[in-house]
């Protein structure tokens, strides 16, 4: 299988979404995504199809697909009348002059000439039929009809009635040229303030888009074998150029130090803006600053293989999901349109028989069209989501789909992982003893260093760092032996052991310690580490334990070290010496009872991550790609887990709310307007600001304190 993306141009609301996704799934596509808020589109097909009859089936349905090998974007400037804003413009002057008749107290004859305001509404009436008699034509060619279409039909029922009284000479019974220009003026000025707010919702994406773009110093070599440096777009360099990075500068791509030492700020993915130290051989990530120093790297990934490539990927992926709250929402409005064509049929049809009056009758019949907003209910949940998902990214949260958000509304208890969840995995020298009379410390440290440092185990690591010396013993021979430990003889042919129990089994019954110092068949001292508890775990267990969600720590470790480590942090359950089977069987019962977080490495604890109603995975960001949990926190700590709960939480609430908003106010306007409580012009505009209550609502996701 393979992804494929596309931007596609000429959506204009949810049906249109809903039309491109049905005619992708119709062709065979599967994991179909559309989010008509940015234009993206994405979806799976098997490797080899080809594309180009998808393509020219889109845009048989009336959308322009961009972006790729067989439709690429022309660079052409956008002709006038192209955008909501530009035709609001256009149509504002011919509507101000059809409303001056409507000021108190100020009478102007010559503007009640009918033909006059034919003349005036004409401009408007083709321009608003450009857009939205197009797009309802287009969407009931497709099946699907849209808002556009009420608009259309209001807007015209106003414009023929009204024309049909400056040709039958019954001018003054039947005038409402301003009606016609007052919808379509108003409509123009809601749905630009409409794709305003909306767009505002993808301001966090923007800004990691944004830094995908700059311009890289390129080092090359002259046939002299000089070394010359220019500028490139970063979209030029490829993995292996070599580059210069200087203090302020952006790194261009991921790239893997050669020369130098700097300051790094990776706040773009992490959320941290604490400066880190990189060093030859350390890697830096696409998107980070410099704040001090200058380094030469050579790429290791460009363009869309970036890890912020990636990420971006993932976001707008995940924004085009739609929770199952949504689902109800779709149904409704893909049926929205006919229904309110009967409403609006039916208003007209019984104020006809109660006032016994056309005109009147009309009005409130076109109030009911131009009020009735089905595009509220499909921005409900793409506006939250966009914001909610975008704050996480710029926190250094990376939720992978959307479709787990309505999950975190009942989370009742978090599993932890133990060592590189709870721990920081890097081990540290507890306590240790030397059990031979003839033996200093320091000649033991010696040893145990001497051995250790030829080892790659983590715990050998740990003593090799703490225990450095710089007289260290010359081996005769030394040999790692696996399941064991480190074996080393030295020139005097003393025969050296450091490992686990097995190696000295046979000199003691005490298994509790985890590295043994064996010579000559004699146990000559023994040394324990501990996992370094991470600085924020306390202060996270707090906050869980504050808001009534139980703790649970799970581990392979043996019994007695994970239950110290429990109590030190004031987690009351443990589960110890668990495999990563028995993890899997511990998850799925857990989650089977009650909502469950299981929080891990993402690596080693895939398959219960997987498992969890939530699985939160701490990771390199490197190792994105390769996680099995829905949420990934980037900065390789804890510290986010309660922003990533809340924002999952709180996003699903606003969607909650947003989708109330959107059902409530057309179950309120529409029987208002059919009352003739709402004149058409003022219901437009009504219309116009729904949505932007909306965005509102969703924008407030920026800045609340979701993790409190």
């Known amino acids: 299988m393979e992804k494929i993306q596309w931007k596609v ?5 949810n049906n249109c979404a809903l039309t491109i996704r049905r005619y992708l ?13 940015t234009g993206d589109v994405s979806f799976d097909q098997h490797t080899g199809l080809k594309t180009d009859s998808l393509v020219k089936g889109i845009q048989d ?5 961009t972006g790729t090998a067989i439709a690429k974007p022309d660079k052409v400037s956008k002709p006038w009348l192209s955008t909501h804003l530009q035709r609001f413009w256009f149509c504002l002057p011919f509507t101000a002059i059809l409303m001056l008749h409507m000021i108190p107290g100020l009478h102007i004859h010559w503007l009640m000439n009918p033909w006059l305001q034919l003349a005036l509404t004409l401009p408007v009436y083709i321009a608003g039929m450009q857009f939205f008699g197009r797009s309802a034509w287009k969407s009931l060619r497709n099946g699907l009809p849209n808002m556009n279409v009420l608009i259309a039909i209001g807007a015209t029922a106003s414009f023929v009635y009204s024309l049909y009284g400056t040709l039958t000479n019954q001018a003054a019974d039947y005038m409402f040229y301003e009606t016609t220009a007052t919808i379509l003026t108003l409509v123009f000025l809601g749905n630009y303030l409409e794709e305003a707010s909306v767009a505002s919702t993808q301001r966090a994406l923007k800004k990691l888009v944004s830094t995908q773009k700059v311009m890289a110093n390129m080092i090359a070599y002259d046939d002299q074998h000089q070394e010359q440096v220019f500028a490139v777009e970063s979209e030029q360099l490829r993995p292996g150029d070599l580059i210069l990075i200087r203090t302020g500068e ?3 791509a991921d790239c893997k130090i050669l020369w130098g030492e700097a300051e790094v700020n990776e706040s773009i993915l992490t959320g941290e803006s604490e400066p880190l130290h990189k060093k030859g051989k350390d890697l830096l990530i696409g998107g980070s600053v410099l704040v001090n120093g200058t380094v030469k790297a050579y790429v290791t990934a460009a363009g869309k293989d970036t890890v912020l490539a990636g990420i971006v990927n993932l976001v707008k992926q995940a924004q085009g999901e739609k929770p199952p709250v949504q689902q109800l929402a779709d149904k409704i409005s893909a049926i929205f349109v006919p229904v309110v064509l009967g409403i609006a049929a039916v208003t007209l049809a019984i104020n006809w028989i109660v006032l016994k009056e056309f005109t009147p009758s009309l009005m409130r019949s076109i109030a009911v069209l131009v009020i009735a907003c089905p595009c509220a209910m499909g921005i409900a949940t793409p506006a939250a989501i966009a914001v909610g998902l975008g704050r996480a990214a710029r926190s250094g949260i990376l939720f992978r789909n959307a479709t787990s958000l309505e999950l975190f509304k009942n989370i009742s208890q978090v599993v932890f992982d133990k060592t590189g969840t709870i721990t920081t995995g890097q081990f540290e020298v507890a306590q240790w003893k030397v059990m031979s009379s003839d033996l200093t410390e320091a000649a033991f440290q010696r040893i145990a260093y001497s051995l250790e440092k030829y080892s790659s185990h983590p715990i050998a690591r740990s003593i090799v760092r703490n ?12 040999e790692e032996i696996k399941g064991k430990g480190m074996k080393g003889e030295d020139k005097e042919g003393n025969l050296y052991w450091a490992g686990s129990y097995e190696t000295a ?3 003691t019954t005490d298994e509790t310690h985890n590295v043994y110092i064996v010579r000559n068949n004699e146990l000559i001292g023994w040394i324990d580490v501990k996992d370094e508890i991470r600085p924020e775990a306390r202060a996270v267990i707090h906050y869980l334990h504050s808001k009534n969600i139980k703790t649970i720590l799970l581990s392979g470790d043996r019994q007695h070290k994970v239950k110290a480590l429990a109590d030190e942090l004031g987690i009351a359950e443990v589960l110890a010496q668990q495999t990563p089977e028995q993890k899997l069987e511990v998850i799925a019962r857990l989650s089977a009872a009650q909502p469950t977080v299981m929080v891990g490495d993402g690596i080693n604890d895939a398959p219960a991550l997987a498992r969890a109603t939530i699985g939160i995975s701490l990771s390199d960001a490197s190792q994105l790609a390769m996680q099995t949990a829905q949420v990934v926190l980037m900065n390789n700590g804890l510290k986010h887990l309660p922003l990533a709960l809340g924002l999952g939480k709180h996003t699903f609430i606003t969607i909650r709310q947003n989708l109330f908003w959107a059902f409530a106010y057309n179950i309120v ?5 059919a009352l003739g409580l709402l004149k058409p012009g003022f219901a437009a505009l009504v219309m116009g ?14 800045v609340k304190k979701v993790d409190r």
Do not use: H
């Open 505 to 507: 089994k046979a000199y």
């Open 250 to 252: 952006q790194v261009p």
């Open 467 to 478: 225990w450095k010396v710089n007289d260290d013993i010359r081996w005769k021979s030394i």
């Open 25 to 37: 799934e119709k062709e065979g596509r599967t994991d179909v995504r559309v989010n008509f808020a």
């Open 9 to 13: 141009d000429g959506m204009d609301c």
């Open 61 to 65: 349905l009336g959308y322009t697909v």
């Open 669 to 673: 306007a529409i029987p208002i307007a």
């Open 689 to 702: 600001l729904s949505d932007v209550v909306l965005a509102i609502n969703s924008g407030r996701l920026y």
